[in-house]
C-alpha cells in the first residue's frame, strides 16, 4: 500500500460473491464523454483537479465520433477508459465500480464546471433533483408502456406514483450504497442505450436510492430543476457549485 491509501485493493468474499475491499477515504470523478464541438471536458477536468486535488479522475469515451480530445487530456493525467461505451453516464459508473476500487464516486457530465469543491458526505448526494408523477411523466410517454419499460430497468423494483429523480444521472455515491445498486442487479438493467432510455435512467436512479434509505431532496446540492429553471434561462449561474452550461 501506499500512505495514501488506508487498505490496499484486494479481493474478499461479500454477500455471496467476490468484491473489491476498497481504498477507504480514496475519491474518483467519472466523467463520460461524448465529445462534439460544444463539450467542456478539458474545463471539467481542470476543475476538478483545482478543488478536489486528491481524488482520480477517469474520463470514459462514450463512442465518440472525434476522438481528437484523446490527446489533448492526456497531460492532465487522468485514467482514460476508450471502452465506446454506449450506455451513457450509468455504463460509466458500472465500468468504475468494476475496475476502481474508490470508497467516494462522483459521476459527473463532461459539461459541467465546478466552481468549489463539492461538500462530500454520508452516502449519497445528487446536483439537482425533479420531482414527478410516473402517470404524468414529463417525457410525454403513455403511462403503461412508461411503467413497464421503468420496471425493466429496475430490474422489477416497484414504480411508486411519484418519485424524485436526479438530473443529467450525476451525483456522489458511496461504496456502500453502490453495492446495494449491484446486488439489486441494476448494473444488468440500468443500462440507456437511447436518449429516451437515458431519461428513464435519471427516473431509476432516484428511485432505486429512495429504496435504499435515501432521501433525495434532503441529499441534493443545489436544487429543484424546475424551481431552478427560471432563473438558468436569464443566465444566471446554476448555483455557487456548477457552471450553468452553455
Known amino acids: 500500500c501506499t500512505n495514501l ?4 485493493a484486494s479481493k474478499i468474499w461479500s454477500r455471496g460473491r467476490f468484491k473489491i475491499l476498497y ?5 474518483i470523478f467519472i466523467v463520460p464523454c461524448k465529445y462534439n464541438p460544444n463539450c467542456r471536458i478539458e474545463e471539467t477536468i481542470e476543475s476538478i483537479k483545482e478543488h478536489h486535488t486528491e481524488a482520480r479522475i477517469l474520463v470514459v469515451d462514450s463512442d465518440s465520433d472525434d ?3 484523446f490527446e489533448r487530456i492526456k497531460p492532465y493525467g487522468v485514467e482514460n477508459a476508450y471502452i465506446a461505451n454506449k450506455h451513457y453516464e450509468p455504463g460509466a459508473l458500472w465500468y468504475a465500480y468494476k475496475n476502481y476500487p474508490d470508497e467516494h464516486m462522483v459521476l459527473m457530465q463532461d459539461s459541467m464546471v465546478l466552481k468549489q469543491p463539492l461538500p462530500i458526505s454520508g452516502q449519497f448526494k445528487c446536483f439537482i433533483n425533479f420531482i414527478e408523477g410516473a402517470r404524468q411523466n414529463h417525457i410525454k410517454i403513455e403511462t403503461e408502456q412508461f411503467f413497464t419499460d421503468l420496471s425493466r430497468m429496475l430490474n422489477g423494483l416497484e414504480v411508486p406514483d411519484v418519485y424524485v429523480g436526479i438530473f443529467g444521472s450525476a451525483f456522489y455515491i458511496h461504496s456502500d450504497l ?3 445498486l449491484v446486488d ?3 448494473n444488468t438493467t440500468l443500462l440507456p442505450t437511447n436518449k429516451y432510455e437515458h431519461q428513464l435512467a435519471e427516473r431509476a436512479f432516484g428511485i432505486a436510492v429512495e429504496k435504499f434509505g435515501i432521501d433525495i431532496l434532503q441529499n441534493t446540492w443545489i436544487g429543484n430543476l424546475h424551481q431552478l429553471m427560471p432563473n438558468h434561462l436569464r443566465g444566471d449561474t446554476m448555483d455557487t457549485y456548477l457552471m450553468r452550461k452553455t
Open 178 to 180: 453502490m453495492d446495494k
Open 5 to 8: 491509501e488506508k487498505v490496499c
Open 67 to 69: 476522438k481528437s480530445y
Open 184 to 186: 439489486a442487479r441494476l
Open 23 to 27: 481504498l477507504q477515504d480514496s475519491m
